[in-house]
């Protein structure tokens, strides 16, 4: 029962680093501008995976807290809409500058709560000020047809409206940075937002509306903590929400859109991802395992677009895996805590962590051979140390599934279009990149390539002015560039004939 601990915002945790007194904080809910206790008696634990420790307590949402969200959610719309795109606009460029001043308590509070390396943990931060400051001058320059005389006598335009109330669900891998993905496009396209953050990984989403209620109207931005079963399943459900955005796994995805399905509501999915990662024997090999280490192993391998598929040329297989285990067995791995040269934490949490080595027991069991790494090392926190699979059967279990972890498979491969063929033939359609130094294959893969993003000698490489999303089971909608304003709006078409009642004749 909550009643019998201290409710707190997330500002008194000291960011992130110690409980409060000798207590541990149960954190409330931001509705309506302040923080909220809710309706619910109950609150579930929040972990520091890199010691395995609690740090706070966050409420179990329930169904009735949902519904005062969106409530306000409702309420502050007609004013956020009414806004000019300047004056929304304006609004985020400073909610922007708030963040950018609490940009080292926010990275801290982050490492504390997802285990990720400090510089990691700042790179998100400023990628999370970025979105906010692009979506800004983004909604200053949409652009549509053109009005004009598409039926005789009659001018037609086409109007852009917001949608409504948002919900956005967030995964715990990226809990900032996937969180300005979303709030910056449904803001600066005139919605109002109901955000559940993961139950993992609550504490910089709920600081941020702490922080952000500084210049946003009450009711813009709402967080309601809790498991996606209760508060997903509500917030997809609840009549009076017109469009739910997850970001997280493929069961996920799918259980908010079977929930959203019975009302038609329009949902918005960036799921899951297999990315394969294609070398050729021409390509730049110390460039290719740069590549894998910061894009393999960075935020512990938990990542969507994590290069964690090798297809390489077979002749140059031997030469990649001699450089590369050495590099990946460097990587300085701990508690984030140490300092700014840890590269890589642990999971997020013991069950994650458990599952991770249950890929990696079934992938020996069916023949791998662990290159390096595949365990836990000794000592507190969810660790798995950096790991190199080779020899994999064809079909592999972990070749073909999202580990979601420090896990990299190498298969090799002798022809191109073999290749290819290996590279789409997964469930998922997230991400790939291409290695190789000749002009025209570099041209020519990525359209053969079934990916919503092909980084082409480079892997993980994000631009705000670029679209992030996928095919298949990765889901659908745009996450980041002008393309996300479009999947958080609606187009209306509004036509004006021109005849003149008194039967005067047009004028040309």
Same mark, same amino acid.
């Given at each position: 029962?909550?009643?019998?601990?201290?409710?707190?915002?997330? %500002?008194h945790?000291?960011?992130?680093? !110690?409980?409060?007194?000798?207590?541990?904080?149960?954190?409330?809910h931001?509705?309506?501008?302040a923080?909220?206790?809710?309706?619910?008696?109950?609150?579930?634990?929040?972990?520091?995976? !890199?010691?395995?420790?609690?740090?706070?307590?966050?409420? @179990?949402?329930?169904?009735?807290?949902?519904?005062?969200?969106?409530? %306000?959610?409702?309420?502050?719309?007609?004013? *956020?809409?009414q806004?000019?795109?300047?004056? #929304? !606009?304006?609004?985020?460029?400073?909610?922007a500058?708030v963040?950018?001043?609490?940009?080292?308590?926010?990275? +801290?509070?982050?490492?504390?709560?997802?285990?990720?390396?400090?510089?990691?943990?700042?790179?998100?931060?400023?990628?999370?000020?970025?979105?906010l400051?692009? =979506?800004?001058?983004?909604?200053?320059?949409?652009?549509?047809?053109?009005?004009?005389?598409?039926v005789?006598?009659?001018?037609? =335009?086409?109007?852009?409206?917001?949608?409504?109330?948002?919900?956005?669900?967030?995964?715990?891998?990226?809990?900032?940075?996937?969180?300005?993905? /979303?709030?910056?496009?449904?803001?600066?396209?005139?919605?109002?937002?109901?955000?559940?953050? &993961?139950?993992?990984?609550?504490?910089?989403?709920?600081r941020?509306?702490?922080?952000?209620?500084?210049?946003?109207?009450?009711?813009?931005?709402?967080?309601?903590?809790?498991?996606?079963?209760?508060?997903?399943?509500?917030?997809?459900?609840?009549?009076d929400?017109a469009?739910?955005?997850?970001?997280? @796994?493929? #069961?996920?995805?799918?259980?908010?859109a079977?929930?959203?399905?019975?009302?038609l /509501?329009?949902? +918005?999915l960036e799921?899951?991802?297999?990315?394969?990662? =294609?070398?050729?024997?021409?390509?730049?090999?110390?460039?290719?395992?740069?590549?894998?280490?910061l %894009?393999?192993?960075?935020?512990?391998?938990?990542?969507?677009?994590?290069?964690?598929?090798?297809?390489?040329?077979?002749?140059?297989?031997?030469?990649l895996?001699?450089?590369?285990?050495?590099?990946?067995? @460097?990587?300085?791995?701990?508690?984030?805590?140490?300092?700014?040269?840890i590269?890589?934490?642990?999971?997020? &949490?013991k %069950?994650?962590r458990?599952?991770v080595?249950g890929?990696?027991?079934?992938a020996?069991?069916?023949?791998?051979?662990?290159a390096?790494?595949g365990?836990?090392?000794?000592?507190?926190?969810?660790?798995?140390?950096?790991?190199?699979?080779?020899?994999?059967?064809?079909?592999?279990?972990?070749?073909?599934?999202?580990?979601?972890?420090?896990?990299?498979?190498?298969?090799?491969?002798?022809?191109?279009d073999?290749?290819?063929?290996?590279?789409?033939?997964t469930?998922?359609?997230? @991400?790939?990149?291409? *290695?190789?130094?000749d002009?025209r #294959? !570099?041209?020519?893969?990525?359209?053969?390539?079934?990916?919503?993003?092909?980084?082409?000698n480079?892997?993980?490489?994000?631009?705000?002015?670029?679209? *992030?999303g996928?095919?298949?089971?990765?889901?659908?909608?745009?996450?980041?560039?002008?393309?996300?304003?479009?999947?958080?709006s609606?187009?209306?078409?509004?036509?004006?004939n021109?005849?003149?009642?008194?039967?005067?004749?047009?004028?040309?």
């Amino acid at each position: 029962m909550i009643e019998a601990q201290k409710q707190v915002p997330v %500002a008194h945790l000291g960011g992130g680093l !110690a409980p409060v007194g000798a207590e541990i904080a149960v954190l409330t809910h931001f509705v309506d501008g302040a923080g909220w206790k809710g309706t619910g008696t109950e609150a579930q634990p929040v972990f520091n995976p !890199a010691t395995g420790q609690p740090i706070a307590q966050a409420l @179990s949402g329930t169904p009735a807290d949902v519904a005062q969200a969106v409530a %306000a959610a409702k309420e502050a719309f007609p004013g *956020w809409r009414q806004r000019t795109p300047k004056d #929304r !606009a304006d609004v985020l460029l400073r909610a922007a500058a708030v963040l950018e001043s609490h940009a080292e308590e926010l990275a +801290h509070l982050e490492s504390v709560n997802t285990g990720k390396p400090i510089p990691l943990a700042r790179d998100d931060v400023a990628g999370t000020i970025d979105t906010l400051q692009f =979506m800004a001058g983004a909604i200053r320059t949409q652009l549509s047809l053109s009005a004009g005389e598409y039926v005789t006598g009659r001018t037609s =335009m086409i109007v852009r409206e917001p949608v409504g109330v948002v919900a956005a669900i967030t995964p715990w891998n990226y809990p900032l940075l996937t969180a300005a993905w /979303k709030i910056g496009p449904i803001l600066a396209a005139g919605n109002t937002c109901v955000m559940k953050p &993961s139950e993992q990984t609550p504490l910089t989403s709920l600081r941020m509306a702490e922080l952000l209620a500084e210049v946003l109207p009450a009711g813009v931005l709402n967080v309601v903590t809790g498991t996606g079963s209760v508060v997903g399943e509500a917030l997809a459900t609840h009549p009076d929400v017109a469009l739910v955005s997850v970001t997280g @796994s493929v #069961r996920s995805g799918q259980a908010v859109a079977s929930a959203a399905a019975t009302m038609l /509501k329009r949902v +918005h999915l960036e799921l899951g991802g297999k990315a394969p990662v =294609m070398v050729f024997a021409d390509a730049d090999l110390d460039a290719v395992v740069e590549g894998i280490r910061l %894009a393999g192993f960075g935020n512990s391998g938990q990542d969507c677009g994590a290069a964690c598929r090798v297809l390489v040329e077979q002749s140059v297989h031997d030469e990649l895996l001699k450089r590369l285990v050495p590099v990946v067995e @460097s990587l300085a791995v701990g508690d984030p805590a140490a300092g700014d040269h840890i590269e890589m934490g642990p999971l997020v &949490s013991k %069950a994650h962590r458990d599952s991770v080595l249950g890929f990696l027991d079934r992938a020996v069991a069916e023949g791998a051979r662990v290159a390096t790494g595949g365990r836990a090392p000794e000592g507190d926190g969810y660790f798995v140390l950096p790991t190199v699979l080779v020899d994999l059967p064809d079909g592999a279990e972990a070749t073909r599934e999202e580990i979601f972890g420090p896990v990299v498979t190498v298969e090799t491969f002798t022809a191109e279009d073999g290749a290819v063929e290996a590279a789409n033939g997964t469930a998922y359609g997230l @991400s790939a990149s291409v *290695w190789t130094e000749d002009a025209r #294959r !570099a041209a020519d893969l990525p359209g053969r390539l079934d990916f919503g993003t092909v980084w082409v000698n480079d892997h993980l490489a994000f631009a705000t002015e670029m679209p *992030w999303g996928g095919f298949k089971s990765s889901g659908y909608g745009r996450d980041l560039s002008v393309y996300a304003l479009d999947d958080y709006s609606r187009t209306k078409h509004v036509m004006f004939n021109r005849a003149r009642s008194d039967g005067e004749t047009e004028q040309a």
